[in-house]
Nanobody, 127 residues
């Protein structure tokens, strides 16, 4: 059974950095677009970033553009989210997810298009 496991969350001061990792089991990881989403307390889960299976195409939410970078290492079955210049409003539980379509280069923001989710990792940014 394919699973996604996030790590790397924690407490950081505003302006600091964190790198989240999402390790996937299964041999077909490299064939799927991967995404990161986040859910702040009392709010809905929102799109953060997505990366195509090839690694050539990326998409970011406006709120993180220029500060966050999504990347992947298919040899390690891992997708990363490098978060720089963190702000208190970035505080949330961060989830990685796998797009339901195989070998698609179209990047999607709608969480309903992702069929496999990790358990989430907490990121807290203090002011």
């Amino acid at each position: 059974q394919v699973q996604l496991v996030e790590s790397g969350g924690g407490l950081v001061q505003a302006g600091g950095s964190l790198r989240l990792s999402c390790a996937a089991s299964g041999r077909t990881f490299s064939s799927y677009t991967m995404g990161w989403f986040r859910q702040a307390p009392g709010k809905e889960r929102d799109f953060v970033a997505a990366l195509s299976w090839s690694g050539r195409n990326t998409l970011y939410a406006d709120s993180v553009k220029g500060r966050f970078t999504i990347s992947r290492d298919n040899a390690k079955n891992t997708v990363y989210l490098q978060m720089n210049s963190l702000k208190p409003e970035d505080t949330a539980v961060y989830y990685c997810a796998r797009d339901r379509r195989l070998s698609s280069s179209n990047l999607r923001l709608d969480q309903r298009e992702y069929d496999l989710w990790g358990q989430g990792t907490q990121v807290t940014v203090s002011s």
